[in-house]
Structure formats: C-alpha cells, structure tokens
Nanobody, 128 residues
Framework: QVQVEESGGGLVQAGGSLRLSCTASGLTADDYAVGWFRQAPGKEREGVACIRWSGGSAYYADSVKGRFTMSRDNAKNTLYLQMNSLKPEDTAMYYC?????????????????????WGSGTQVTVSS
C-alpha cells in the first residue's frame, strides 16, 4: 500500500526559506514518479517539482525554477523540497504525491499518471 505524508510547512516572511519533507512508502514498482504540487485558493493545482522515484533529472515549474530544489534521502525514503527566496505568491497548500506513470517527470507534474496517491498537505504562507 502506497502512503505519502508531508511536513514542514509554516509561516515565513518574503525572502525567507522553508524545507518540506515527504516520507513515502510502498513504492515497490519501477514506474513510480513522485513530486510536489501546490494549490492556492481559487487557483488550479500546479505541479511544482517532480522526479521519477528511480532517479534521473527533476522537472521544476518555471514559477519556482532557481528558487526551489528537490532532493531525496533514499535510505529514509524521504523527499525534500527546499524553498528559498519565497514570495507571497508561493502561498498555497503543498502536497506530496506518488503516482504510476511511464512518462517523464514533466508529464507527471502536469497530470499524466495512474493510481496517484496524495499526502494530506501542508500549508505554506508567505507574508509580504
């Protein structure tokens, strides 16, 4: 059974940093991708950063490229999202997810998956 759970959100001033963590379990097949998604009130969900669980290059949305960095600790089955130079427009609920896809990380980030599993979300609020 696949489970993902994120943590690490909070309130930060513009220009500050936060690190989100996501613990994933049950990713036993070789066709999983994992990633971070966010959704602000009244806006569509956005795939922020995604990567295949087996490794390879990560995809970052243009809105966060150069400011956010995704990393992983394979021994702990944990995915991280380091968020620097935060802006008020980064305020959203952030979700970690794992899904089955034969496509690349960009395709996963924009919604091409089967059997996707979501964490419960963690709120990130950036004050101006």
């Amino acid at each position: 059974q696949v489970q993902v759970e994120e943590s690490g959100g909070g309130l930060v001033q513009a220009g500050g940093s936060l690190r989100l963590s996501c613990t994933a379990s049950g990713l036993t097949a070789d066709d999983y991708a994992v990633g971070w998604f966010r959704q602000a009130p009244g806006k569509e969900r956005e795939g922020v950063a995604c990567i295949r669980w087996s490794g390879g290059s990560a995809y970052y949305a243009d809105s966060v490229k150069g400011r956010f960095t995704m990393s992983r600790d394979n021994a702990k089955n944990t995915l991280y999202l380091q968020m620097n130079s935060l802006k008020p427009e980064d305020t959203a609920m952030y979700y970690c997810a794992a899904g089955r896809t034969r496509d690349g990380p960009y395709d996963y980030c924009v919604g091409y998956w089967t059997d996707n599993y979501w964490g419960s979300g963690t709120q990130v609020t950036v004050s101006s």
